[in-house]
Each structure stands twice: as C-alpha cells, then as structure tokens.
C-alpha cells in the first residue's frame, strides 16, 4: 500500500521551496490561505504572502499587476472561486497580455464533498482549458505538486494547477516536472486507461483487479491537460485495442475532450467515465460521492470489462 | 512668465497637440471614443508631459512611473500621449483599429508605453494596486502608480475590492482619476446606475479625495503635487465629455460616435486657432 500524502500542504512546502529560489515569487489568497496552505510562504517574510480578503476578482487582476510589475504571482482559492469567481479578470487581465500568474484551484473536483454544489469544481479545468495562453496541470500526487509549481514559476505564462482536497497516494517519485510530461504508471496491454488526479488510482486498483481476470489494462496519468500531448496519447493508444477515460470533472471540456479528439481516426472502442453534465452534492464523505456518479475503481473495472467483452 | 505658468502654456499646447491627434485617429466616418478620450486629455497630459517619470528610450525602466487606463476605451487619449512622448510614431494614428495596425481598440501590450491589457472595465485599479504592492511594499521604491477610471465604470463591483485593498495595504503611491464626464454609452450617468457622492464614498473606502475641474491645469497640478500621507489618492475630476469637440461636448451620442466631414472640418479649425493663440 503506497504513502498517502497531501496535495495541498505539499502546494504550500513547493512555495516555500521556490520562494527562496526566486524572491519575487509571492502568494495571494482570498481568506482560504489556511485551508490551501498558500500561507505557508510566510516563512519567507510576512511580504511574500497578500490576504486578498474574500475578493478573487481582485486578486486576479492584483496579480496581473504584480506579474507586470516583475513579480511571480501565486493566487488561490477552492477551484470554483480562482477560476469561475475571476474568470474575465483571467481572461483578460492575465491571458490576453500573457503575464506568469500562477493559479491554484484547490478542494477541486468533488473533493469538497460537505459543502455541496456551488463548492464542488466540475468545470474548473473546462474554462481555464479555453483560454488562450493559458497550460493546465492536474498532479497525481504531492510529489507531482512539488515539480509543477517549479515548472508553472519558470513557464513565462500564466497556469493553472487543479489541487484536491483529500490526501492521495504517492505514485511518482520527487523531482522536476517537464510541462507534457505523461506518466505510465503501468503498462499498456490491451487496454489503455487514460487519466488524471485522484481517478489514476482508481484505476490502479481496477487494473489490478483485472489483471486476476486476464485482462490487461494500462495506466497513464496526464498532468498537462493543455499543452496537450497529442502525439505520446496517440502512441500510446495505438498499442491498445480499447482506451477508457476517467476523470472527476465534467464529461464536457475536460481530460476527455481532449483524448478523444487526439484520438480522433484511430481505429480504438473508447469509453469514457465523468461527471455525467451535472453540479454535485453535499455528502456525508468524499467516496459515496464517488459511487454516485460512477468513478470509483469498481465503476472502473466494469466499465473496462463491458467495453472489451 | 512664472515657471508655473510657463508649464501651464506648456501643457495647453500638448493638450491641443494630443486632441489634435485625436483627429488623425478618427477621421470622418470612423467610429470611436471620442467623447471619454477628449475628456481626459488635460489630465493625460499633465502626467506624461509634467509628472511621471517615463522614457520612450527605456519603456521598461524599473524606475519608471505606471499609467494604466483602466477606462480602456478612453485609450486614443493615451496614444496620443505616448507618440507626443516618441514612443510609436504618429503615422500609426491612422491605422487604429485596423488589422495589423499596432494600436488596437483597447489598450494591448503590443503598444509601446501601454502597461496593462484594459477594455474589460473595473480592473485597471486592481492591476494598479498589484503593482503599487509590488514597488511600495515588496521593493521599497517610490515610483508612483495612476489610474484613470470613468464615472460609469464606477458601477464595476470590482473597484471596491480594490479601493478597499489599497487603502487597507496603504498604498501612498497609487493615484485614481475618476473621469466624472457624467455621460456614459447609454446616456447620464445618473439615469444609468445612480451612484450618489462619489468623492465621500471614496473617502468613506480611506482614500485621500481632492475634487478638481479636470480641464483646469493648475488645479491639476496642485492635486497630483498634494501629500496624502499614507493613503492612496482619488482625484475626483469634473469633466466635460467630448472637451474641445464644439459638437460633441456633453452629447452621449460621441460616446462612441463618428465625426461627419463638416464636424472633422470644424474640431481641425477650432483647434489650428487655438493653436496660433497659444504661439
């Protein structure tokens, strides 16, 4: 059983760590600091961090301004308020001029079960995908966390990193992250299973399982939904017969979207498991959450198993 | 001739020069803003050809002072500003809003001199306030930050987020001019959105507020020279929309309207004789 590790406190540790590499990295919160752990970069100095109060579409734009000012800007919230709060301030104070403003959509996905619908992100990685300029991560892990921000600090252009707010396995090992950098995280056989964040370990756990049944079905995490690596997925796929897509988002403009249309002409049975084009709900935890719109491992399995039947 | 008002002739020449220009990037029948860019003109001039520190030789000096136009449709005024300044040369006027042309419709980062994307209203203060943040507060510089914004635009939310930002991190060397030209695109400003006593509710958001005539000059200078201590600066400025433009002074229409040949014919003789009066 692989080490569960947090994905947020590792966002907060990977500021600190570039923060003292480049001291213009600085981070803004919208009164969330202490649930994304952006506040941690205090340790740096009580000037790294900006308490933003509870107005994301200011701290878009302040973060433009200190991105044209020389700056290195961090800003985070829950997903659904950094991305969907401030979208034209991203729009058009950040991408339209290009600025390196780093954005961080934490507690994503249904992640947050008990708050309910208007806290749960299933269109987060959808619009930011949209934007021109702008690259899109999704880690797996707290290690993949760790080498994003580094890369989303020396990438001259804004991102976006998708953080959930449950723990997760640690599947990859410490070190840099190249931006299109895809992970195999077990081989293709005759099914590829394409994936990203939490749903990758779903799909370990399926993969097992069917590896007992005779069925062999890769797994490969994606954590750069855009630029997205078109080719390494097409080369990918084409040693399998049947691709299944998994992600916690909606089926509408997310991962999916973009495997099937790099995909496209291939002669591959696809399946894909999402949110089914729906907000979410409160729920008294995170895995019932799951069993209700079908991403658990076992939805997985099945899914994996009626696809290739 | 004091040296107050030998800066004051000065800058009525630039204001004519750069309302001249104007004319150059709306030629007859090309639809524009007009109305808000005339209004602001005494006051762009007297930033860039009195106040701040900038360099067309150096635009990204780190020690230069920052102009963002956050009423981004107003931008012609500034590009009037900043070719007078030799930034881009002024045979660019007549390709605004051409495709290829280097000056877009709303400020871009293409332009030469312009600091911020703007167009999409009540951002400019934000993005003025990150900056301020980053020079005052990060660097411990003294370079200043201003901000132009409209009375219409002051129906954006967005803005006091900032004003309370900025007084909140007590950001001494950021400035807003508030364009009160009281005409916005669908007519006053007061019929639009009423928004009562704007100088006392940027008072009441901690802001030091100075009420001017924002075609007078002087007053003008005395606000921008005035010492706020530790609290962001509003200048709020009476203006007339359409400034100097005999036929579309206070008319919503040249909100973003086209000038007839007659019009262009008249503005070009109003301005060559004040011209020849200030010589």
Redesign the interface.
Known sequence: MAEFASLREAYGKALVRVGKMNPNV?ALDADLGKSTFSRTIMELGE?RF?E??I?E??M????????????V?FFSSFAVFSTGRAY??I???IC???LNVNICGSSAGLSDYGDGKTHQSIDDIAIMSVLPNMTVFVPVDANQVDGMVEAMMNYQGPSYIRIPRNDLPVVTSPGAYRIGQVDVLKPVGEVAVFACGGAVHDALTASEKLSDKGIRAGVISLGTIKPFPVEEVRKIASGAKGVVIVEEHNVIGGLGSAVKSALAGMPLKIDHLGIEDQFGQSAENYEVLLETYGLTAEDIENRIQSLMA | MSAQEELILHLKKKSVLMRMDLLEMLEPGKVGHLGGSSSMIDIIATLYFHKMNISASEPKNPNRDYFIMSKGHSVPAQYAALAEAGFFPKKEFRKMKTLGGMLQGHPDMSTPGIEAVTGSLGQGLSVGAGIAYSLKIMNGWSNQVYVACGDGEMAEGQLWEAASFAACYKLSNLTMFLDQNSLQACGPCSEVMCIPDLAAKWSAFGWDVIEIDGHDLAQIINALNHDSGTKPKAIVSKTVKGKGFSFAENVVGFHNGAMTREQYETARNDLESLWEELN
């Open positions: 600085v000037e900006v933003v109060g107005a579409q200011n878009a734009s302040l973060s433009a301004g200190m991105a044209l000012s020389g700056k800007p034209d301030q729009r058009s104070s339209i001029a290009n």
